[in-house]
C-alpha cells in the first residue's frame, strides 16, 4: 500500500485481467493431459483378461488354425513359409482393432451413461483431449504387440526391420485410435457402434492383405486394395518382421501418416465445435 500526496493510503493498483482466450495453465495443460492419458491406460488395464489376454489369445488361435489346416501345403508366399508370411499381419490386426475398441468404448460409454461432462468440463483444449485418448489407444496397441512381436520373432528367428515394425505399430494404433474417436462422436448407441466395428473395421482390416499377398488378386480389386490406407499398416508390419512387402514402405507410410493426419484433424474440429458430444 503506498501513500498520496496528501498523505492518505491509497490501495494497490489490480493487476491487468488476462486476456480472452489465455489459461492459467499455459499453453498445455500438461496435468490434465497426464491424468487424461492415466486414466485412458488404467481402463483397459483394469480389465487386462478382456483388453490384453483376449486378443493375444485370439491372435494365437488364428496362427494355430491356419498352421493346422494349411501347413506347408500352402507353400511360400514372398519367399517365406505362409505361416511366417501371415504371423505380421495377424500382430497387425490385433493392434488396430483394440486400438479402435479403446478410444470408441471410452467415449461411447460416458455419452451412454452421461458422465462425457466430467471430460468436457475440465480445462482441456481440444488437442489434450484428442492426444489423451490416443495415448490410451497407442498404449494399448503396443501392449499388444509386444507380447506378439516377441512370439513372432521368436518363430521367426529375428525382426529384419525393428524400426519399421516400431513405426507401423504407433501409426497405426494412432490411425485407428483416431478413427474410433471419431466412430463415438457420430454414434448415439453402442449399436451404431458396433454397426461401424463390424461392417466396416473388420472387412477393411480382414480385406487388406492379412492372409494372402495381393498380387494375387484380380486388377480392379488390386487397385481398390491400394486405396485402403489398413492395406498399407498390414504390409509395412510385414515389412519390418519379414523383410518382404507388396508395396514400398515408403509409400505407405506416407500414406498411413497422411490418412492419421487428416482423421486426427476432423477429431480436433468436433472437439472444437462439441459436435454431437453432449447427445
Not at 494399448?140 to 505399430?169: E, K, M, N, Q, S
Not at 480389386?221 to 510385414?238: E, K, M, S
Amino acid at each position: 500500500m503506498t501513500q498520496s500526496r496528501q498523505g492518505t493510503p491509497s490501495r494497490p493498483a489490480k493487476p491487468a485481467p488476462a486476456g480472452m482466450g489465455v489459461r492459467r495453465f499455459g499453453r498445455w495443460n500438461m496435468l490434465g493431459l497426464y491424468t487424461l492419458a492415466q486414466r485412458e491406460m488404467r481402463r483397459f488395464l483394469a480389465v487386462w483378461t478382456q483388453t490384453l489376454a483376449a486378443p493375444l489369445i485370439t491372435a494365437g488361435l488364428f496362427l494355430a488354425v491356419f498352421a493346422l489346416a494349411i501347413g506347408p501345403a500352402r507353400g511360400d508366399v514372398m519367399g517365406v513359409p505362409f505361416i511366417q508370411f501371415l504371423a505380421p499381419g495377424i500382430l497387425m490386426m490385433t493392434v488396430i482393432q483394440n486400438a479402435f475398441a479403446n478410444t470408441s468404448s471410452s467415449i461411447m460409454t460416458a455419452k451412454v451413461q452421461g458422465n462425457i461432462v466430467d471430460t468436457l468440463m475440465p480445462p482441456l483444449s481440444p488437442a489434450e483431449l484428442l492426444l489423451g485418448y490416443l495415448a490410451g489407444a497407442i498404449g494399448r496397441g503396443l501392449f499388444v504387440a509386444v507380447p506378439i512381436g516377441i512370439a513372432t520373432a521368436f518363430f521367426l528367428g529375428g525382426v529384419a526391420h525393428p524400426f519399421w515394425a516400431l513405426i507401423y505399430v504407433v501409426l497405426g494404433s494412432a490411425f485407428m485410435g483416431g478413427v474410433g474417436i471419431l466412430t463415438a462422436i457420430v454414434a448415439t448407441k453402442f449399436d451404431q457402434q458396433a454397426a461401424i466395428s463390424n461392417f466396416i473395421i473388420q472387412p477393411l482390416s480382414f480385406l487388406s492383405g492379412t492372409f494372402y499377398s495381393i498380387e494375387a488378386l484380380p486388377r480392379p480389386i488390386y487397385f481398390a486394395t491400394h486405396a485402403n490406407p489398413v492395406f498399407y499398416l498390414i504390409d509395412g508390419a510385414r515389412y519390418g518382421f519379414i523383410g518382404r512387402s507388396d508395396s514400398s514402405p515408403w509409400l505407405g507410410l506416407g500414406v498411413c501418416a497422411l490418412a492419421t493426419a487428416l482423421v486426427l484433424a476432423l477429431g480436433w474440429h468436433w472437439f472444437r465445435s462439441g459436435y454431437r458430444m453432449k447427445e
